[in-house]
């Protein structure tokens, strides 16, 4: 997939089950993180963070990943791939759009025509497997209804208007399973059960030493 991104949007708190939200709300209050001040929310990153890598470089080992569904918007309208938006969690209790702005965001090398897959978003599945001390475990997993579908958030974030050619908006995320913690190796897809397709994607994660 070829594609030159121009703007990044990382849309946050865009759940539709408000329990499953107020869970990962809480989930990052226990790390200090403030309570979001509307929702959803768009934050923007410089676009130079987004990445299509297989390893990634990151400050101290306070940073995990999130897998996302990801809107690319190319000259021929908009396309759905797989992404991680990987956050500083120490930063993040100082400030979420600082915590995403501090790290890059990984996304698939491959994508769907949104079109094809607009009508069963909310049968669509992503799923993330980390490898924490060694060990290979089910991180994320679950399906788009618990997401606001893309339509929603780009008339939120766009004001009625299509999204600019060269937008890569991340779709916001869910609960993390047994709660967030950084790994060494991150993994995540996106699955289509109709047609059988899934996009994957992985990187690993070399944490640098935080030197005063």
Same mark, same amino acid.
């Given at each position: ?75 021929? =309208?908009?396309? #759905?791939? &797989? !992404? ?8 993040? %209790?100082? $400030? ?13 090398t491959v994508a769907w025509r ?45 004001? =009625?208007?299509? #999204?600019? &050619? !060269? ?8 609960? %993390?399973? $047994? ?5 060494s190796r991150f993994e995540m ?24």
């Amino acid at each position: 997939m070829s594609f030159t991104a121009n703007e990044l949007v990382v849309a946050g708190w865009t759940g539709t089950d408000e329990k499953g939200l107020l869970h990962h709300i809480e989930e990052l209050a226990v790390l200090g993180v403030p309570r979001p001040s509307s929702v959803p929310v768009f934050y923007r990153n410089a676009v130079s963070n987004v990445m299509q890598v297989d390893r990634l470089q990151v400050l101290g080992p306070d940073t995990s990943g999130e897998v996302e569904p990801v809107v690319l918007a190319m000259d021929d =309208g908009l396309w #759905l791939t &797989v !992404g991680s938006d990987h956050t500083d969690r120490k930063a993040e %209790a100082m $400030g979420i759009a600082l915590s995403k702005q501090l790290c890059a965001k990984v996304i698939g090398t491959v994508a769907w025509r949104l079109d094809d897959v607009a009508g069963r978003w909310e049968s669509l599945i992503v799923r993330a497997h980390a490898t924490i001390d060694g060990k290979r475990v089910l991180y994320q997993e679950g399906t788009l209804k618990s997401l606001r579908h893309p339509s929603d958030l780009i008339a939120r974030y766009a004001g =009625g208007k299509p #999204l600019s &050619v !060269g937008t890569v908006m991340m779709g916001g995320t869910m609960s %993390a399973i $047994g709660g967030i913690r950084p790994a060494s190796r991150f993994e995540m897809e996106l699955e289509d059960p109709a047609s059988g397709e899934r996009i994957t994607h992985a990187y690993d994660i070399e944490a640098l030493p935080v030197v005063t």
